[in-house]
Every structure is written in structure tokens, then in C-alpha cells.
């Protein structure tokens, strides 16, 4: 549209000069000492007309002339912009291929070209860290410290996340310690941390926001507190008052659970609290289904002078291990014969010596359970 408006202007510009030049034959009188120049109107408007698309060629070629090294330096500029972009994408393809030392490469020839330095800088960081360059990765993590402060979050992330794959559970936990707000990522990223340096206790209080958040499946979620109320009960079997009070914190569905309760068995059977054991063992029969029951398997720990109080608690012996000796030391275990009376007083080994008590091993207590 505006080149045809162009068109029709020049159109009507050439119809009129002719018209003004034949009805106005107007003069321009030019006097100079001892000259006098006298020029038709149309043709002096020529001139001046002329004259000024003259200077104004001369003037552009002059500004152009001025103007070019600025140019070139801005074309080079841009050449060196152009090629770094290209670095970066190259450094993302070459990470992403798994060749690490070329992306290394390439995010360093995209952060002098003028990228933005936290995605050079953390791409840099992790190639590194694949080469097992920890020094590198070290200093790449640094760098971006001081070169980007804006993306904090960026690099304590990947901080945590390298060490972890270092296996630096407690350095990772302490740059995770850092972020203020986590999101869900980050949350995965602790509890993992924090499964790995076996802190059940953090574990075990990371849940609910992972709960809330649904970070994990529920049947995920389960299993893992499962696991660490477990491990949890293992930890403190070294003390029977520790023991028997995280266990009656513990809520009933939880007790009810076979490996919670197999665990808690076992560690009062280690401390000699034969009572708490049979309790949870009880407690685990009367719990489940009729029909699921095993009548023939179940475990009993005696004690000297027990006598007839063994009687009362459950006991089959048809779920005791084996004799298996050990260094130093043999497992004691119950002769398999029906006409063997429960709570008759202290098990003999298989050597014939009279033992202390008879510990059941892991494997009936979670049969039973």
C-alpha cells in the first residue's frame, strides 16, 4: 500500500512541474560581482532539488564511513553471540549423549561467549562430576556462587544432588539444609538423603509432607514408613526402657504390622525381655484371620526358673531352627518330639550342657508374626 502511494505521488508530481513551469514562467536572477546569471524557475528548483540529494548522499557516505568500526565491532559481536548459543546447545546435546568431557568443553566456550553462566556453569559442574573430576566440579559449583548469586536455588540443588551420588548423605543433608522453601523435588531429594545416612527419625517426619504433598504412591509411602519405624526399632533394641517406650508410642495398626512386630520381638528377646516378646507374638496371633493362623509355627523363650510360666504363653516348637553351630557358640533348639513337655525348665544344647535360654530364630519369630 505504500509503495502505491508512492507511485501515485511521483505521478503527480511529474504532471506537475511541467503545468507549474509553463504557466508561471517565473525567473531566478543570480547578480555575483562582475556576473550576473539569470535561470528559469523550473530549472533552478531542478538545481536546488539536485544540490540536496547531492549533500545528503555526501553526508550518509561520511556518517557510514564514521560509523564502521562501530559496526564491525557489533557484527563480531554478534557472530560470537551466535557461536555460543551454538556451544550451549552443543554442551546440552553432548550431556544428554553421555559425552561428558565434550559438554564439558562446550559449556565453557558457551559461558565466555556471553551465556548465562548458572545453566553453563551447573551443565559444566555435572559433566565433571560424571568424569569424577570432584575438583572440578567443585570449582565450576564455586564460580557460580560468585557469578550468578541470583540462582542459589539452582546450585544447592545440584550441589546436594552430586554429593549424593557421592556418597556425602551428611554433606548433602546440610546443603539441603540451606533451601528455605523446598518443593517436591527437593523433599524426594532429602528423604533419600536422609534414608541413605540411616536417620529413620528425620525419615519418619519427612513423611507427612511427602503425604500431603503426594510426592509417593500411598502404597510407596507405606513401605517406607514401614521400613524406618523398623529400622527404628532395631536401633533402639540396645536399651529395653527405649524399646518398650517407642514401642507403645507406636499407633495399633503399626504394631499390628508382621515386620514392625518381628523386629520388636526380637529385640526384647535379645535384651532378655521374654514377657514383651511373647506379648507382641500374641498380639500378632490374635490379629490375624482364623483361617491364616499357622497352628504349627509359633516361638517360645524360656528363661531359667521360668517353669509352668512358659506354659501359658504360646509355644510350639515345631517352628524352632535347627542346630546350627557357630564359631564359639551353638544354637539352641528344641527336640522335634511331641512327647517334649513345654516349660519342663532350661533347654539343653545339642553338646548336652544346660543353657540359659532358648532364643528362637528370626526366621520362626516372622512365621509367626
Same mark, same amino acid.
Given at each position: 500500500?505504500?509503495?502505491?502511494?508512492?507511485?501515485? #505521488?511521483?505521478? $503527480?508530481?511529474?504532471?506537475?512541474?511541467?503545468?507549474?513551469?509553463?504557466?508561471? *514562467?517565473?525567473?531566478?536572477?543570480?547578480?555575483?560581482?562582475?556576473?550576473?546569471?539569470?535561470?528559469?524557475?523550473?530549472?533552478?528548483?531542478?538545481?536546488?532539488?539536485?544540490?540536496?540529494?547531492?549533500?545528503?548522499?555526501?553526508?550518509?557516505?561520511?556518517?557510514?564511513?564514521?560509523?564502521?568500526?562501530? +559496526?564491525?565491532?557489533?557484527?563480531?559481536?554478534?557472530?560470537?553471540?551466535?557461536?555460543?548459543? +551454538?556451544?550451549?546447545?552443543? $554442551?546440552?546435546?553432548?550431556?544428554?549423549?553421555?559425552?561428558?568431557?565434550?559438554?564439558?568443553?562446550?559449556?565453557?566456550?558457551?559461558?565466555? #561467549?556471553?551465556?548465562?553462566?548458572?545453566?553453563?556453569?551447573?551443565?559444566?559442574? +555435572?559433566?565433571?562430576?560424571?568424569?569424577?573430576?570432584?575438583?572440578?566440579? &567443585? %570449582?565450576? @559449583?564455586?564460580?557460580?556462587?560468585?557469578?550468578?548469586?541470583?540462582?542459589?536455588?539452582?546450585?544447592?540443588?545440584?550441589?546436594?544432588?552430586?554429593?549424593?551420588? &557421592?556418597?556425602?548423605?551428611?554433606?548433602?543433608?546440610?546443603?539441603?539444609?540451606? @533451601?528455605?522453601?523446598?518443593?517436591?523435588?527437593?523433599?524426594?531429594?532429602?528423604?533419600?538423603?536422609?534414608?541413605?545416612?540411616?536417620?529413620? &527419625?528425620?525419615?519418619?517426619?519427612?513423611?507427612?509432607?511427602?503425604?500431603? +504433598?503426594?510426592?509417593?504412591?500411598?502404597?510407596?509411602?507405606?513401605?517406607?514408613?514401614?521400613?524406618?519405624?523398623?529400622?527404628? !526399632?532395631?536401633?533402639?533394641?540396645? %536399651?529395653?526402657?527405649?524399646?518398650?517406650?517407642?514401642? %507403645?508410642?507406636? *499407633?495399633?495398626?503399626?504394631?499390628?504390622?508382621?515386620?514392625?512386630?518381628?523386629?520388636?520381638?526380637?529385640?526384647?528377646?535379645?535384651?532378655?525381655?521374654?514377657?514383651? $516378646?511373647?506379648?507382641?507374638?500374641?498380639?500378632?496371633?490374635?490379629?490375624?484371620?482364623?483361617?491364616?493362623?499357622?497352628?504349627?509355627?509359633?516361638?517360645?523363650?524360656?528363661?531359667?526358673?521360668?517353669?509352668?510360666?512358659?506354659?501359658?504363653? !504360646?509355644?510350639?516348637?515345631?517352628?524352632?531352627?535347627?542346630?546350627?553351630?557357630?564359631?564359639?557358640?551353638?544354637?539352641?533348639?528344641?527336640?522335634?518330639?511331641?512327647?517334649?513337655?513345654? #516349660?519342663?525348665?532350661?533347654?539343653?544344647?545339642?553338646?548336652?550342657?544346660?543353657?540359659?535360654?532358648?532364643? *528362637?530364630?528370626?526366621?520362626?519369630?516372622?512365621?509367626? @508374626?
Amino acid at each position: 500500500m505504500r509503495a502505491l502511494l508512492w507511485v501515485i #505521488g511521483l505521478f $503527480a508530481l511529474a504532471v506537475a512541474l511541467p503545468v507549474a513551469a509553463r504557466y508561471f *514562467p517565473g525567473y531566478v536572477l543570480l547578480v555575483l560581482p562582475a556576473h550576473r546569471v539569470e535561470l528559469s524557475l523550473s530549472f533552478a528548483a531542478l538545481l536546488l532539488a539536485a544540490a540536496f540529494v547531492l549533500a545528503y548522499i555526501l553526508l550518509r557516505a561520511l556518517s557510514l564511513t564514521l560509523e564502521m568500526p562501530a +559496526r564491525a565491532k557489533g557484527f563480531r559481536r554478534e557472530q560470537r553471540r551466535l557461536q555460543a548459543q +551454538r556451544s550451549f546447545q552443543q $554442551a546440552l546435546t553432548a550431556f544428554f549423549e553421555g559425552r561428558y568431557g565434550r559438554a564439558e568443553r562446550a559449556a565453557r566456550e558457551a559461558l565466555e #561467549g556471553g551465556e548465562p553462566p548458572a545453566l553453563c556453569l551447573v551443565i559444566a559442574a +555435572r559433566s565433571a562430576h560424571e568424569q569424577k573430576h570432584f575438583q572440578s566440579r &567443585d %570449582d565450576y @559449583l564455586q564460580q557460580l556462587e560468585f557469578s550468578a548469586p541470583q540462582s542459589s536455588y539452582l546450585r544447592l540443588m545440584t550441589h546436594a544432588e552430586l554429593l549424593l551420588e &557421592d556418597r556425602r548423605y551428611h554433606d548433602a543433608l546440610q546443603t539441603l539444609g540451606k @533451601l528455605h522453601d523446598k518443593h517436591t523435588a527437593a523433599l524426594r531429594l532429602e528423604l533419600r538423603a536422609q534414608q541413605q545416612a540411616k536417620n529413620w &527419625d528425620q525419615v519418619l517426619g519427612l513423611l507427612p509432607q511427602l503425604e500431603k +504433598r503426594k510426592v509417593l504412591e500411598p502404597s510407596l509411602l507405606e513401605q517406607v514408613r514401614r521400613y524406618a519405624q523398623t529400622e527404628n !526399632i532395631k536401633r533402639k533394641a540396645h %536399651d529395653s526402657k527405649s524399646l518398650r517406650e517407642y514401642w %507403645d508410642r507406636l *499407633p495399633s495398626d503399626l504394631q499390628r504390622e508382621p515386620r514392625i512386630a518381628a523386629a520388636a520381638a526380637q529385640g526384647f528377646v535379645a535384651l532378655g525381655e521374654c514377657n514383651g $516378646a511373647h506379648a507382641i507374638v500374641e498380639l500378632g496371633q490374635r490379629c490375624r484371620a482364623p483361617d491364616q493362623r499357622k497352628t504349627a509355627h509359633s516361638c517360645m523363650v524360656l528363661r531359667p526358673g521360668q517353669g509352668t510360666k512358659g506354659a501359658s504363653m !504360646i509355644a510350639r516348637p515345631a517352628s524352632w531352627s535347627p542346630v546350627s553351630r557357630r564359631r564359639g557358640s551353638s544354637r539352641l533348639t528344641r527336640p522335634h518330639n511331641s512327647n517334649s513337655k513345654v #516349660g519342663a525348665g532350661p533347654v539343653r544344647s545339642a553338646s548336652g550342657g544346660s543353657s540359659g535360654w532358648c532364643r *528362637p530364630s528370626p526366621a520362626s519369630v516372622q512365621r509367626v @508374626l
